[in-house]
Each structure stands twice: as structure tokens, then as C-alpha cells.
């Protein structure tokens, strides 16, 4: 079977490098892809965000199944437009994937169906917004967010009401958010643990596929700005069964079956935000794909066959016994150019992959790489490289992590030493 993987992250080399192991795959694509990943598959010049031009590409080239990546093409209903086309597509439709894109949509889900959550307002109005703090309806510190995509960045948590009020006037008042800001929640500030929780669903049966913590700060011990996340670590040991059993049964189950109620039945992966409290589990958000940096982690933990599992979910026959991940654990260290979340140069020539590649219990997965005129990799982005590595433990996988990483030449990249 011939296999299109939309997407250019480390995500998407992760998913590409599993599904290379597949016996089903004839030929894998990627658009818009990097090279780095043209040792696993053919990179194809297609407009991702044009749905005719990906459909006509499946057509000619007889696509058995489309895995979109990211969430923008999700969101944009790029899901719709194969399944219009009788292409299997891997990746939830625009109804459901309102999961991700309105924050409010799933509040108010949350509130018919009892799943556990931070309380909220909800507004569209400066004033209202304030008086809802001034009345003390909810106590600092509080969350302001973006209702709507705002790449990671939309989310101010605020000490004093002060920047609460500040934060409700960047979003509503100076539309700093455009128009994902035009719309805000104000929630209260959950205190706990938290994890990235990830379910397969095929409309109607849901399988656990497992769980990952995600480091979001720019620096050690949690500080600094927030980023698209600056390594993952994953291992079975990370949540009993116990709290699982209960983040099914609370928060996973009721969702797909208001999903389905609505019909708008959810196919795909699902990826749930959690606050571990002392209350029990809460979900902060929902993001409708695999997470970036989690999947680098995940992955690599897989025993089944991840293409034979994407069709099964495209074809509603998900068998639920098949999923599993093994007792490894993983860790993934995200190598990023000095600067970044801010400012960062790109272009500066990266040395030592080759060896680092080379390394047992060691992969390593591109996402802001490209080639020189002379062959060298260079930088071309925040967010550059994702080494990881696997041991019996995660100590034993950030010792190997860290090893590999000391072979990397590279003075204007960045990375934290406390990942896992
Ligand atoms: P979100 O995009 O909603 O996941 O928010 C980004 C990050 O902000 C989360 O991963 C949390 O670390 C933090 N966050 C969001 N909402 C809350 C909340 N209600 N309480 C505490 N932290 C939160
Ligand atoms: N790691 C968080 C995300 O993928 O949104």
C-alpha cells in the first residue's frame, strides 16, 4: 500500500519511521517534507493547505491512506476532503476536530457531560470579563486563553488580578491574538501533575495507546518562556492503571460518545492535556493529532504495526487487544537554535549526526534541518533536532541521550540537560 504523511516536524519523521517498518508499505510519501526523511520516503511538491492539489496527488498516485500531521490541514477540514474522495484518511474530520480549534466548544461539553475540568467564564466582552474577576467568581492565580488556535502562545496565567487584566485586554481590546483572541476563557489554575494522555478512537471503540510528559519551558527546572516543547520522556511506570481506568472512564468515554451523539463521530488519535490534582484527573485541553515532541517518544515504544492500526481506525474495525507499547522507556531531548522562542539565526552548520545516528538504542528525528551546497546539515528553524533514546529505565535513557548529545558540534544550538 502506498502512504502519504502530510507534515514536515519531528512528528512527522517519527511517524514516518514507524511506518517504514511496516509489511503493508509499498511506497511512503511526505509533503512537505524535509530531507532528512528522504532515506524513508519520497518527498512530494504538492500545496498542503490547497485540498484539490493533495486529492488529485492521492488520485494519480493511487494513495491507500493520507496520516495528516498537523493540526492546522485537520482543522481546515483537509480530512473531509479525501474521505469526499473515498481516500482513507487518518486524521479526525472538521466537526471533530472542533476539539482542538475552540477551547469554548469543549468547556461546554465538558459542562453537559460532567468530564472533569477547571471551572471557566467564557467571554466575548472586556467588561464582562473583568467584572467575572472583580466578583471573585474565580481567585488568582487564574488562566486567560485564546479560544481559538494560537500556536501554544495563547495562554497567560496570571498571579494578580493586575495581569489579569492586562491579559484580558491583549486579547480583547489590542486583538493581539487576532482572531483566535476575540474570544476568551478565564479558568481557574489547576495545581498538580501534568501528562499528555493519547487514545486511538474509530468513531465508536477506544484503545489506550499510552502516555508522555512533555517539558514546555525554554529552561531547566521548568523556567523561562513557554515553547513548542523542549523534549518528552515516556515509560510504563508513568500511570498506573488505576488512574488510567480512571481518565477512560471520566473524561475519554463521555467525549466520544458526545462526539458520536452529535454525529460527528471521532476517527483517530486523540490527544487529552491532563492535570493529575489531588481531586483526581482534569482535562486542561484537547488537541485532535499525535503531540510534538510525545510522539518522538511514543513511537518508539509501538509493538504493533502502525499502518495496519491507522487503517483499522480509518475503517471503524479497531481492534482494541492490538495496541501496545513496550516496557521500554524513552527519552527525547529537543536541540534547538540559541535564541529561540525569540529570536534565533538560522543557516549555522550542524556537525556530528552522523555519529549520533549511528549509536545503539539511538534515533534521531529531524525538524528544522536542511542540506548545504557542500552536504553539511544546517539549521532552519527554531526547533531543529530531536535526539532520543531508549533504556530499561529513564535514567538509563537520559544517560544514553546525554552521551549521544555530547557528540553534537553545533555552538549555536541549545538544549536543556534536565529532559526526563
Ligand atoms: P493549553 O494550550 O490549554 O494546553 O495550555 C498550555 C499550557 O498552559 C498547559 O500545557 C499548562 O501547562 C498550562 N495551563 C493551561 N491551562 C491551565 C490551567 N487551568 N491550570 C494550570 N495550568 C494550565
Ligand atoms: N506537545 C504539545 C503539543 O503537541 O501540542
Redesign the pocket.
Known amino acids: 500500500m502506498k502512504v502519504l504523511v502530510i507534515g514536515s516536524g519531528g512528528r512527522e519523521h517519527a511517524i514516518l519511521w514507524s511506518l517504514s517498518k511496516s509489511p503493508l508499505l509499498t511506497q511512503l510519501y511526505v509533503a512537505s517534507g524535509r530531507q532528512a526523511m528522504q532515506n524513508l520516503a519520497t518527498l512530494v511538491n504538492i500545496d498542503i493547505d490547497d485540498p484539490i492539489d493533495v486529492v488529485q496527488f492521492c488520485k494519480r498516485e493511487n494513495i491507500g491512506l493520507v496520516v495528516i500531521g498537523p493540526e492546522k490541514q485537520i482543522i481546515n477540514g483537509l480530512s473531509d476532503s479525501l474521505a469526499a474522495e473515498d481516500i482513507n484518511v487518518f486524521a479526525p474530520s472538521k466537526a471533530a476536530a472542533k476539539l482542538e480549534a475552540e ?1 469554548s466548544f469543549t468547556k461546554e461539553l465538558c459542562k453537559q457531560y460532567g468530564i472533569p475540568t ?1 471551572k471557566y467564564g467564557y467571554f466575548i466582552d472586556e467588561s464582562l470579563a473583568k467584572n467575572f474577576i472583580r466578583n471573585n467568581k474565580i481567585r488568582c492565580p ?2 486567560v ?1 485564546a479560544n481559538g488556535l494560537a500556536a ?1 502562545k ?2 497567560i ?1 496570571c498571579n494578580t488580578e493586575d495581569e489579569a487584566f492586562s491579559a484580558i485586554d491583549l486579547m480583547l481590546v489590542e486583538k493581539k491574538f487576532g482572531k483566535s483572541g476575540e474570544e476568551i476563557i478565564i ?5 498538580g501533575e ?1 501528562i499528555s494522555f493519547f487514545v486511538f478512537i474509530d468513531g465508536v471503540k477506544t484503545t489506550v495507546l499510552g502516555c508522555a510528559r ?1 517539558y ?1 519551558r525554554i529552561l531547566e527546572n521548568n523556567k523561562g518562556s ?1 515553547t513548542g516543547g523542549m523534549g518528552s520522556c515516556s515509560s510504563p511506570l508513568m500511570m498506573s492503571k488505576n488512574m488510567e481506568q480512571k481518565i477512560i472512564e471520566r473524561i475519554i468515554h463521555p467525549t466520544v460518545q458526545a462526539l458520536a451523539n452529535m454525529g460527528t463521530p471521532y476517527r483517530g488519535v486523540l490527544f487529552a ?1 491532563l ?1 493529575i490534582t489531588k481531586d483526581g484527573p482534569k482535562l ?2 484537547y488537541n485532535v493529532r499525535f503531540g510534538d515532541p510525545e510522539t518522538q517518544v511514543i513511537l518508539p515504544r509501538l509493538e504493533c504495526d502502525l499502518l495496519e492500526l491507522m487503517l483499522s481506525i480509518t475503517q471503524q474495525k479497531l481492534n482494541i487487544n492490538t495496541v501496545k507499547l513496550n516496557n521500554t522507556s524513552t527519552v527525547c531531548v529537543v536541540v534547538v537554535s540559541k535564541g529561540y522562542p525569540d529570536d534565533y539565526k538560522t543557516g549555522t552548520v550542524i556537525k556530528g549526526l552522523d555519529q549520533i545516528e549511528g549509536m545503539h538504542d539511538v534515533l534521531v528525528f529531524h525538524a528544522g534541518t536542511q542540506r548545504d551546497m557542500e552536504g553539511n546539515w544546517v539549521a532552519d528553524s527554531g526547533r531543529v533536532l530531536n535526539i532520543v533514546a531508549y533504556g530499561k529505565t529513564i535514567e538509563e535513557a537520559k544517560g544514553k541521550v546525554y552521551s549521544a548529545l555530547s557528540f553534537l558540534e553545533w555552538p549555536e544550538g541549545f538544549f536543556r540537560y534536565d529532559i526526563g
Open positions: 477551547k477547571a487564574l488562566v486563553k501554544g495563547g495562554v496565567i479558568e481557574e489554575f489547576l495545581v501534568e512533555d514546555k513557554n492535556g492535570m486542561l485541553e
